[in-house]
């Protein structure tokens, strides 16, 4: 009797789980992930865009202002106001000298506020102003 339970205790012993694989598996997966997901730096808010016929891509050193259906305004995913809008502005024209922006407007914004947006976008020294729409399809 003493045997068996001699033999039992040795076995539990050497139960060893290897968890190597599991590990490569799971580097692997997050490998994979970071890989294959696309960071793109966004308003921070949720914006309706309009659709156009002659909408196209912009690639060059933007900055994109955000405004919503209530009239909040959104630059690097912060909720600006005026005042804070031309500061930034000024800033990132400073550092870019070429520096577009980009306003990204709901469609059921109000268009004195976007008004109001791009002029900021001229005192700044801002000058090349675009707004954002989905094609047509």
Do not use: Y
């Not at 598996?25 to 914006?47: D, P």
């Not at 870019?96 to 700044?124: F, H, M, W, Y």
């Amino acid at each position: 009797m003493e045997s068996k339970l001699k033999l039992f205790r040795e076995s539990e012993e050497n139960a060893d789980i290897n968890v190597s694989p599991l590990l490569d598996m799971v580097f692997i997966l997050l490998i994979f992930f970071v890989v294959t997901t696309t960071f793109t730096r966004e308003t921070g808010v949720e914006v309706k865009k309009p659709k156009a016929a002659s909408a196209s891509q912009v690639k060059d050193k933007i900055i994109k202002i955000a405004v919503t259906r209530e009239g909040t305004i959104h630059v690097h995913e912060k909720q600006v106001d005026l005042l804070m809008l031309e500061a930034i502005l000024k800033r990132e024209k400073m550092r870019e000298p070429d520096l577009k922006a980009i306003v990204i407007a709901d469609d059921n914004s109000l268009t004195g506020r976007v008004v109001q947006v791009i002029d900021k976008c001229n005192l700044s020294g801002v000058t090349d102003i675009s707004i954002a729409a989905l094609t047509e399809h």
